[in-house]
Every structure is written in structure tokens, then in C-alpha cells.
């Protein structure tokens, strides 16, 4: 609930809400000994989402590096959780300036979404 209520949040444009949401759905995952799981990385992929709209390229990096390894590990990864996360990767990249990873990541996350 906390997850959808942090998405609703912030395509409604409340990010402050949207990440206290986001915040309290890892906390959630973290209770109940889910935290290596697909949805969690989602939820960290969304909050990096979120950060990156702020211009929190530091808070951003954190959430996606986090959000990728538990990619790496998790036993219920599908191609489009990757997908995903390499798309935030890569606009966090291009906010950095940082074009030729960008552009890798973006060429990888296609691939991805394409099958």
C-alpha cells in the first residue's frame, strides 16, 4: 500500500509524501524479511525515480546502486525490473553528465524491454 500510495503521490507531483511513502514501504520490506526481493528494488527504483526529479543525484545514486544489487541477487528478477532500473541509471548518468554510460545503460534497458 505504502508503494502505490508513493507512486499515486508522486505522479500527482507531492514528492515529499511520495518519498515518506516510498520510505515506509522499504521499512515494511525490511520488517517482515522481504528486502531482497524484486518489489523492494522497485520501490528503490521509484524513490531513485523520485530523487532524480529533485536534482538528489547523491540520494539517487545511493537508491539505484542499492536497488541493483538486490536486482543481482533476488530469485524473482524479471527482465523488466532490470529494464527499469537501467532506465533511472541512465538518466542519473546524463544528469551527471555522464554520456557514454548513459547511453550503454539506455542501449541495455532497450534491449531488455524488447525481449
Known amino acids: 500500500i505504502h508503494a502505490l500510495s508513493g507512486s499515486l503521490l508522486q505522479s500527482m507531483g507531492e514528492r515529499r509524501d511520495a518519498e515518506v511513502e516510498y520510505l515506509a514501504a522499504l521499512d515494511a520490506w525490511v ?3 522481504r528486502i531482497e526481493t524484486a518489489d ?3 520501490v528503490l527504483t521509484s524513490l531513485g525515480t523520485l530523487y532524480l526529479q529533485e536534482r538528489r543525484f547523491e ?3 545511493q537508491s539505484v546502486e542499492r536497488a541493483s544489487a538486490i536486482l ?4 524473482d528478477t524479471a527482465p523488466m525490473d532490470r529494464s527499469k532500473l537501467l532506465g533511472v541509471r ?3 548518468q546524463a544528469g551527471l553528465g555522464e554520456w557514454a554510460y548513459a547511453e550503454n545503460d539506455f542501449r ?3 534491449w531488455l524491454a524488447d525481449g
Open 40 to 42: 523492494a528494488a522497485a
Open 108 to 110: 541495455e534497458a532497450l
Open 59 to 61: 540520494e539517487a545514486g
Open 72 to 75: 543481482l541477487r533476488a530469485k
Open 31 to 33: 520488517k517482515i524479511g
Open 90 to 92: 541512465g538518466m542519473l
